[in-house]
């Protein structure tokens, strides 16, 4: 059962260009998201969260929007920078089961210099 | 500071034998959990575990698939005669608590069965 989704395997996008990666989910007790990044041979690392109580944090370069409604995140990039190319990892959990967080398959984001 | 520590980061079975990863969370972290990463495919929760307590396994195959973490020393993710359908990536993590503090990954320990 695919939870979460991903549906973008590989973006790629022209340094100083916004990124833009999405994610959806189908559980409506997922209240807490988070986006990793991976580098090759490395293990993720935590880059942004928001909670369901808002629509938007932001961080630096790195902003994610939440909506509810649709169930749908997405990441914003910018401006990207080569060393942003990486696989991004979305994922979620409900606050009460944080044990059981559910993960994206990933997308692979390419930034061309 | 170090981070996660996994251990091996390679590992090669034969179908059969016995697989064992190790995983060290960061100082002070009581809270340890496993995922597991099968080609093209996202980061798949296995199991949660607190020191001597196994809290939440409900993402654990239900044999040849065991975990621990003990009071003393690393957490053993131990797969027992393991077959072609094992080889994947095993991500270890842990967080100081539960609730929304985010989860520390380690490297990983890339398993191939041959």
């Known amino acids: 059962d695919q939870q979460v989704k991903q549906n973008s395997p590989s973006l790629s996008v022209q340094e100083g260009r916004i990124s833009i990666l999405n994610c959806d989910y189908t559980n409506s007790m997922f209240d807490y998201f988070l986006w990793y990044k991976k580098y090759p041979a490395e293990g993720p690392t935590f880059l942004i969260s928001?909670?369901?109580?808002?629509d938007k944090n932001e961080d630096g370069r790195f902003t994610v929007f939440l909506n509810k409604s649709a169930k749908h995140l997405s990441l914003h990039i910018v401006p990207s920078q080569p060393g942003d190319s990486a696989v991004y990892f979305c994922a979620a959990s409900a606050v009460y089961n944080n044990n059981d967080m559910r993960f994206g398959a990933g997308t692979r984001l390419t930034v061309k210099p | 500071n170090a981070g996660v520590m996994q251990n091996p980061r390679h590992l090669v079975r034969r179908r059969g034998q016995e697989a064992r990863l190790r995983c060290s969370p960061v100082?002070?972290?009581?809270?340890v959990y496993w995922y597991r990463q099968l080609p093209e495919e996202g980061l798949k929760f296995m199991v949660y575990l607190q020191k001597e307590n196994i809290i939440d396994e409900s993402g654990m195959p239900k044999e040849r698939f065991s975990a621990e973490f003990p009071k003393e020393g690393p957490s053993i993710l131990r797969i027992q005669q393991v077959v072609r359908g094992d080889s994947a990536a095993y991500f270890c993590?842990?967080?100081?608590?539960?609730?929304?503090?985010?989860?520390?990954f380690g490297p990983g320990t890339r398993l191939t069965v041959l």
């Open positions: 928001i909670s369901s109580i808002k």
């Open positions: 993590a842990s967080s100081p608590s539960t609730g929304t503090d985010t989860q520390y």
């Open positions: 100082k002070g972290h009581s809270h």
